[in-house]
């Protein structure tokens, strides 16, 4: 079975400050890996993915991710936040049956 | 791009009674249909997948009594939320893959 933890519950950060968010899981077999974002009121947004190839994956609206196989890590980052990335992030890995498996989510909130 | 249109967005119901989510493809065919459930500070939670013409596959501890899912066309997946309790409160979100998500919808039993 596949599992996905998110190490950061809750990120408070400045406009302008760099984000990075943590995101381990465990599954034995062809991961692969998403980021998600929830803005308040808002449907989940897929950010970047990662399937195979180049494990430093770009994504949306400045979003990036690294895969670390030999660290089961696929860590998400900005090097410059805005006020509009407040939002919920998630991590989630998926199954060749097109499952998903969440990480609990970060709640980021960016201060102006 | 393709669209997932969920309906209620927020329902409040009585103990006992039930409740009915719909999920609605717009633009596109969903063959499947898979169905999350979002507890408060939690992660989502998979309950069951969708299959037009064919049963519903839970997950394990999900009730298939108790959440009667339906994919009676190639654009619509229903959830019902039969008899239900303070404890079925939550947020329940559909999703046609892993791109394209409905809005969610927030129950509230009382």
């Known amino acids: 079975a596949q599992s996905v933890s998110q190490h950061n519950h809750h990120v408070i950060l400045s406009e302008a400050a760099s984000l990075e968010l943590g995101c381990n899981y465990s599954?034995?077999?062809?991961?692969?890996l998403f980021w998600y974002v929830q803005y308040p009121g808002q449907h989940l947004q897929l950010l970047l993915k990662?399937?195979?190839?180049?494990?430093l994956v770009k994504g949306i609206k400045g979003f990036e991710a690294e895969f670390i196989k030999s660290k089961f890590s696929f860590n998400l980052r900005k090097p410059s936040v805005q006020w509009s990335d407040t939002a919920e992030y998630f991590c989630?890995?998926?199954?060749?049956?097109?499952?998903?498996?969440f990480g609990a989510g970060t709640t980021v909130t960016v201060r102006a | 791009g393709a669209v997932v249109s969920q309906h209620p967005s927020r329902v409040i119901c009585k103990s006992g009674t039930s409740v009915k989510i719909e999920c609605r493809s717009l633009?596109?065919?969903?063959?499947?249909m898979f169905w999350y459930r979002q507890f408060p500070k939690k992660s989502l939670m998979l309950m069951a997948t969708?299959?037009?013409?064919?049963?519903?596959?839970?997950e394990q501890g999900v009730e298939k009594d108790k959440f009667l899912i339906n994919h009676a066309s190639l654009t619509l997946s229903t959830l019902t939320v039969t008899s239900a309790h303070p404890e079925d409160s939550s947020f329940y979100i559909c999703?046609?893959?892993?791109?394209?998500f409905g809005s969610g919808t927030r129950l509230t039993v009382v």
């Open positions: 999703s046609a893959d892993r791109e394209t």
């Open positions: 599954y034995g077999g062809t991961v692969n």
């Open positions: 990662y399937f195979s190839g180049d494990p």
């Open positions: 989630a890995v998926g199954s060749n049956d097109y499952k998903l498996s």
């Open positions: 633009d596109f065919q969903a063959t499947t």
């Open positions: 969708s299959n037009e013409g064919s049963k519903a596959t839970y």
